[in-house]
């Protein structure tokens, strides 16, 4: 269980991009985070896997606090969360198949890892994360070829290949087209039903947000301002979280459960 | 009133000319005086020039036609040459590896570490590649590994400097993804930014071996191995027809390495 | 939902790779084996070198006594630096136009340019050793010349190539107001590269130091022969001021040229390749990496 306890950050320049914000995520829940740009989406997520340090309060997991953790601990409960980014972060210049052996890196060991000596049991690892997104056959492509749905999902192998507990994606689809964001969004959807993982999603499209958000989180300037179902959150819900009236821009569009 | 006619706007003032170009001329032109006068430089004076230069140009006759009967004696110094340059260029770009990482704010471990990284390769790029050699030819004595010594330095200087550059400029995202799963900073460095600096190491590496060969072949010159040797001995005795061969071979190996290098860079990228 | 299973594919064939490492590391076990280098006294190699810088810096440590010596040497140095880059600068730029092939033909061009990468080619030691020493005599003057005729055929490539990238609008405009060959050159080519060029002779400048300083290894006077003067009568101590002069000089003009070029080049609008690159202070085509 992720546990957020009075939880803070304020950046160097003064800003609080996150202010006070307590909540419990239970494992295996498919949880959705929505708000304006620069309201703390990212740092809320990244707090979990310390790559943003907390500056007061804390954040647990399974009872851990991620804030005290000395770097070798922290690498731990790293390698134990799976991260999918919204530009991809894939190395270009290497294969898919290198990419999604960077999961297996803190299980590998230094000098295996090193030298690229991977055990057969950690690239049949990899393997099977790449069967699970459905893209084995490009294992030896070089990752710059591929389309950016492609790309995403060698991201999301990455992310499995770490046989992870937990699956965090800073807006996985904000670089993708609709039918390919729907596509993206089922396969996190199926991962966190099959194999119970807890899965935390920022969004900026409302509409995707209530389809595969099993819970939604609202954040404005830092804070947090709405927890409640994805059947709850309806216009106006989304409209408080924002501030403003809603556009287009905020809706992704083109029949939200295609297919 | 008569047809409206555009407001006449007042004219600007002429901005202030500024004083830097003129300045910049002045100091210029002051360096040079200093440089060229009797009392404090060189004693810098065209028509010597000329006269010096005709007068010298005769010995120039004497270097042709070139005396191709010391031939077999260039060969053993000439493989000495390319001996040095290559293991120079190895140890130095394996070693600059390393070192070039370290004098990146992008992954060297702490700042302590970074600038005394930064400042070690500032000193050691500050002495040219002979000057080292004469070191360690006194400290060690005439022949080729002194030369090898000096080299490594020399290339690790060079290349260190371009590769921290070029990872100064990489992309950061596969870095952060590193981290996210746990990988430890040598894990990241080795997964995140080496694939993406590679292509360019490999082609700071060519250049820093086109830069050894042309070097290690006057590195001799100081005692330090390779075919300068030969040209301090055809010097000594005036064989300039000889001194010629030594010259048109280094000229030789120096374009054939470079267009090696250039070709495999090409095929490179 | 299924997956549809795809086969996995094989793995590549690695042979490529497999032969080329092959290859190198037969070359460099070749030089390894071949070299004429006792291996027994390797493990004295460490050593020895801490006896001389330890000579040098420690114990007795650099002559303080002789820093004017050594400092007038490294005055003499950049001289010599200083007039034969101007020596380069001047005669490389008329050659720069002349080897651009958009200002002068593809013809005339290539020859241009083959004939300043033969001048590149030469490393400027053997240039004095070879040809001015025997003409004008030991001391600063072959010095300078060697380093004025090497200079000319790398500014020359570089400023050829700058003058070939330049934007034809101001030259066309200047064409078409009328103006004469010469007139186009100076006022159509000539602001476009003029940062870039300057900034080329200034780094040209921090090169020749170094140059300079080796030079001086031959007789070509400088601080070259202050360091060899000094090892040859081992006179460590002396050696060591030599030496701490050098650097600390060679870092001082670094910082101060480096300044001064990035000005330039903002000044005259834009980035250059100059800094997009920051070219290494060596014998360095910072372009010739990027693009061979």
Not at chain 1, 4 to 32: R, W
Not at chain 1, 186 to 201: A, G, H, K, S, V
Not at chain 3, 4 to 33: D, E, F, N
């Amino acid at each position: 269980m992720i546990r957020f306890d009075s939880a803070s950050v304020t950046y160097p320049g003064g800003v609080h991009a996150l202010k006070n914000v307590t909540l419990e995520i239970p494992d295996g829940q498919m949880m959705v985070i929505v708000g304006l740009s620069g309201a703390g989406k990212s740092t809320l997520i990244r707090a979990i896997n310390g790559l943003v340090p907390l500056s007061d309060g804390d954040v647990t997991i399974d009872g851990v606090s991620v804030r005290h953790a000395k770097p070798k601990q922290l690498r731990e409960i790293r390698s134990r969360i799976g991260m999918i980014f919204q530009t991809f972060n894939l190395v270009n210049r290497t294969t898919v198949l290198n990419n999604v052996l960077m999961g297996r890196l803190h299980d590998a060991g230094t000098m295996r890892s090193l030298l690229a000596w991977y055990k057969p049991e950690d690239v049949e690892i990899a393997m099977l994360a790449l069967e699970r997104v459905g893209i084995v056959e490009k294992a030896y492509v070089r990752a710059s070829n591929l389309s950016g749905g492609q790309q995403q999902r060698v991201g999301i192998a990455r992310a499995l290949a770490q046989q992870p507990k937990i699956i965090l994606a800073d807006e996985p689809v904000a670089s993708l087209d609709p039918p390919t964001s729907h596509v993206v969004m089922r396969d996190l959807q199926r991962i966190n039903r099959e194999l119970n993982m807890t899965t935390i999603i920022n969004l900026h499209f409302l509409d995707l947000a209530k389809v595969y958000g099993e819970r939604i989180i609202g954040m404005r300037a830092g804070e947090l301002v709405y927890d409640g179902t994805g059947a709850e959150a309806d216009e106006n819900v989304f409209r408080d979280i924002y501030g403003r009236s809603l556009t287009a821009d905020d809706m992704l569009g083109e029949a939200a459960a295609a297919g | 009133m008569t047809a409206a006619t555009a407001p006449r706007s007042a004219r600007p003032s002429r901005p202030h000319r500024s004083l830097v170009g003129p300045l910049a001329l002045l100091v210029f032109a002051a360096i040079t005086w200093w440089a060229a006068s009797d009392e404090f430089g060189l004693n810098f004076d065209v028509p010597r020039l000329f006269t010096n230069l005709t007068r010298g140009a005769g010995i120039l006759a004497e270097f042709w036609p070139p005396d191709f009967s010391v031939l077999p004696r260039t060969v053993d110094p000439l493989l000495e040459t390319i001996q040095m340059a290559v293991i120079a260029s190895v140890i130095g770009c394996a070693v600059a590896l390393p070192v070039a990482f370290l004098a990146s704010r992008v992954t060297s471990p702490n700042i302590v570490a970074y600038i005394v990284d930064r400042s070690v390769l500032s000193v050691v790029r500050s002495l040219p590649d002979v000057l080292y050699a004469l070191i360690f030819v006194a400290a060690l004595s005439i022949g080729p590994l002194p030369g090898i010594l000096a080299l490594i330095l020399f290339n690790i200087s060079v290349v260190a400097k371009l590769l921290s550059e070029t990872v100064d400029g990489v992309d950061q995202g596969p870095i952060e993804a590193a981290r996210a799963t746990g990988a430890n900073r040598l894990l990241t460095v080795r997964w995140a930014v080496l694939p993406q600096v590679l292509p360019n190491y490999v082609a700071y590496s060519l250049y820093a071996f086109e830069l050894n060969i042309r070097a290690s072949a006057v590195l001799g010159i100081v005692g330090a191995g390779g075919i300068g040797n030969l040209i301090n001995e055809t010097r000594r005795f005036f064989q300039y027809d000889k001194l010629m061969v030594v010259v048109i071979e280094i000229l030789i190996l120096v374009i054939i390495v470079e267009w090696i290098s250039i070709w495999l860079r090409r095929k490179l990228v | 939902m299924t997956i549809p299973t795809a086969s996995r594919p094989p793995k590549p064939s690695q042979r490529a790779k497999h032969i080329a490492t092959g290859l190198v590391v037969l070359v460099v076990a070749a030089a390894v084996l071949t070299v004429d280098v006792q291996i027994e006294r390797l493990p004295d190699l460490p050593g020895a070198l801490v006896r001389i810088f330890g000579r040098m810096f420690l114990e007795p440590g650099p002559e303080w006594a002789y820093l004017p010596d050594a400092f007038g040497s490294m005055l003499e140095s950049i001289q010599i630096a200083w007039l034969g880059t101007i020596i380069g600068a001047v005669l490389s730029l008329p050659l720069g136009f002349f080897g651009a092939k958009n200002i002068t033909s593809r013809l005339v061009s290539n020859i241009i340019r083959q004939l300043l990468n033969v001048i590149r080619a030469v490393p400027e030691i053997l240039v004095a050793v070879v040809v001015f020493i025997p003409m004008v005599g030991l001391g600063a003057y072959p010095g300078m010349l060697a380093i004025g005729v090497h200079s000319i055929g790398t500014l020359g490539k570089l400023s050829a190539e700058v003058i070939e990238g330049i934007d034809t609008g101001p030259v066309e405009a200047a064409r078409a107001a009328g103006g004469r060959p010469l007139q186009i050159q100076r006022w159509g080519v000539l602001p476009q590269v003029l940062p870039e060029i300057v900034a080329f002779w200034l780094y040209r400048f921090e090169i020749n130091i170094r140059a300079s300083a080796i030079l001086g290894a031959v007789g070509a006077g400088g601080v070259g022969e202050a360091l060899v003067q000094s090892l040859v009568f081992r006179r460590y101590d002396r050696a060591g001021m030599v030496v701490i002069v050098v650097i600390v000089v060679t870092i001082l003009i670094d910082t101060a040229s480096g300044w001064l070029r990035r000005r330039i080049i903002e000044g005259g609008g834009g980035t250059s390749r100059a800094d997009l690159e920051q070219p290494e202070l060596v014998e360095v085509d910072a372009v010739a990496i990027q693009r061979p």
